[in-house]
């Protein structure tokens, strides 16, 4: 049996283990530079609000029900998601981080009786190690899992852990399961289920595999085979090494400075260096991009890119960094303001697999990676992120507009929760 574990409105319960009271307040968490709702609790979506509307154009409904905005604190959420999965490891013998808020648990070897009681422990568990609210789904495939957890999180009498382990219930949720809410059912596809009057997934379960395998491709067929119960999608217990990077920003103020642009491109560069390093790669070539905001018809508008290719594959920080400045000054135009950079690794070989090039100097080639590795490890052992870094780079909170944010409650000392013991009742502060 499979389990998929996911957190309950993540962000928001993020910012409620913290703040208290925001537990019966509707609450929103905002995107970069405080654009559009990306999170929201259920009170907020009671009054109508939703995923992906403009700020601006909801402050007034924001105001008159007491909603409280945040920007988004994702380094709280990658602490917090962080602490879960560790949590996770120490109940279950193997899982799969998914995603931020989610991950698949391996349950073989609990029996038919024993495995909600146990699912609903392991709840429990994560509930008052963390403070996250979570939902279980066990199946015997990853997308019945999927929908498992769907229903323990909508409706509270599963108390969390929903098992559909025989047919009779597998038919019964898949009925009460929208096409479009059935993972890897994408928008497109799903105007074309309904098209074609296939509005739930026991209606596209039920289909022929002729049917299925004329009209989908081959991951289309393998969400039918799961949903009818056919395990073919395999459990990772490591994420596939990516092929390309990006990391990139949109500003909070418009930027038309060479330094200040240099400084963005630099983070991005140390960003994409880490996970290079993480994955066990090397960057081949690198992209650097500027444009201006294409939204100001009132001002110039200019964009543009450069591409270099590395002497020799690398995932020295230094190298990304003087690489990123690099291709930026050769694109840089003055008198223009720029909305947005980014910095894209273009392709990536195994770190195994780098070709040394014979004007390297093997020596200064292994101090730098020796001083990496120092970097990395001096980075891992700190509350703090990113303590060690090259002095070119700008903290990211220096990049985006952030009026919302709340403190850094895990990751910075100075924003720990202290509690006022002279007070009769307590306050958490």
């Known amino acids: 049996m499979l389990g998929l574990i996911d957190c309950n409105n993540f962000f928001v319960s993020c910012e409620r283990v913290f703040m208290p009271s925001l537990r019966t307040r509707p609450v929103v968490v905002l995107s970069n530079n405080d654009g559009c709702i990306v999170a929201l609790s259920n009170e907020a979506k009671a009054i109508g609000l939703?995923?992906?509307m403009p700020y601006f154009q909801i402050k007034n409904v924001c105001?008159?029900?007491?909603?409280?905005?945040?920007?988004?604190?994702?380094?709280?959420?990658?602490?917090?998601?962080s602490r879960v999965m560790a949590v996770l490891s120490?109940?279950?013998?193997?899982?799969?981080?998914?995603?931020?808020?989610?991950?698949?648990?391996?349950?073989?070897?609990?029996?038919?009786?024993?495995?909600?009681?146990?699912?609903?422990?392991?709840?429990?568990?994560?509930?008052?190690?963390?403070?996250?609210?979570?939902?279980?789904?066990?199946?015997?495939?990853?997308?019945?899992?999927?929908?498992?957890?769907?229903?323990?999180?909508?409706?509270p009498g599963y108390h969390g852990c929903c098992l559909i382990a025989d047919e009779k219930a597998r038919r019964k949720a898949l009925e009460l399961t929208p096409i479009g809410d059935v993972w890897g059912i994408g928008r497109r596809l799903n105007k074309k289920f309904v098209n074609t009057g296939i509005e739930t997934a026991l209606q596209f379960?039920?289909?022929?595999?002729?049917?299925?395998?004329?009209?989908?491709?081959?991951?289309?067929?393998?969400?039918?085979?799961?949903?009818n119960g056919e395990p073919c999608i395999p459990l990772e217990m490591c994420e596939p090494a990516k092929r390309q990077m990006c990391c990139s920003r949109s500003f909070g103020t418009l930027y038309s400075d060479f330094e200040q642009l240099r400084q963005a491109v630099s983070l991005?560069?140390?960003?994409?260096?880490?996970?290079l390093r993480e994955q066990h790669s090397a960057a081949v070539s690198m992209s650097v991009f500027i444009h201006t905001n294409a939204f100001r018809e009132d001002m110039?508008?200019?964009?543009n890119s450069a591409h270099r290719q590395f002497p020799e594959a690398t995932s020295d920080t230094m190298a990304l960094v003087s690489m990123a400045?690099?291709?930026?000054?050769?694109?840089?135009?003055?008198?223009?303001?720029?909305?947005?950079?980014?910095?894209?690794?273009?392709?990536?070989?195994?770190?195994?697999?780098?070709?040394?090039?014979?004007?390297?100097?093997?020596?200064?080639?292994?101090?730098?990676?020796q001083l990496m590795d120092v970097l990395d490890k001096l980075n891992s052992m700190s509350i703090a992120h990113d303590t060690v870094h090259v002095?070119?780079?700008?903290?990211?909170?220096?990049?985006?507009?952030?009026?919302?944010?709340?403190?850094?409650?895990?990751?910075?000392?100075?924003?720990?929760?202290?509690?006022?013991?002279?007070?009769?009742?307590?306050?958490?502060?």
């Open 50 to 52: 939703k995923r992906g």
């Open 63 to 81: 105001d008159l029900h007491e909603v409280a905005v945040l920007s988004g604190n994702h380094r709280l959420y990658s602490d917090m998601s």
């Open 90 to 155: 120490s109940i279950v013998p193997e899982i799969e981080i998914y995603s931020i808020d989610e991950a698949f648990l391996y349950l073989d070897g609990f029996g038919e009786d024993d495995i909600v009681p146990a699912g609903r422990d392991i709840v429990h568990k994560v509930r008052r190690a963390t403070g996250i609210p979570t939902s279980l789904g066990i199946a015997p495939t990853r997308t019945l899992a999927k929908v498992a957890a769907r229903f323990a999180k909508k409706y």
């Open 205 to 227: 379960a039920d289909k022929p595999r002729e049917f299925v395998e004329r009209m989908l491709s081959v991951a289309g067929c393998r969400t039918w085979r799961e949903l």
């Open 268 to 275: 991005f560069a140390t960003i994409l260096s880490r996970k």
């Open 300 to 303: 110039q508008q200019y964009y």
């Open 325 to 369: 400045t690099e291709c930026l000054r050769s694109v840089y135009r003055q008198g223009y303001r720029y909305k947005k950079a980014g910095v894209i690794i273009t392709e990536i070989v195994s770190e195994n697999a780098i070709r040394r090039s014979l004007f390297t100097d093997a020596g200064e080639r292994d101090r730098r990676s």
């Open 391 to 429: 002095a070119a780079y700008a903290p990211v909170e220096d990049l985006v507009r952030s009026e919302h944010r709340s403190r850094l409650y895990t990751t910075r000392l100075s924003d720990i929760i202290t509690i006022n013991c002279n007070s009769p009742h307590a306050d958490i502060s």
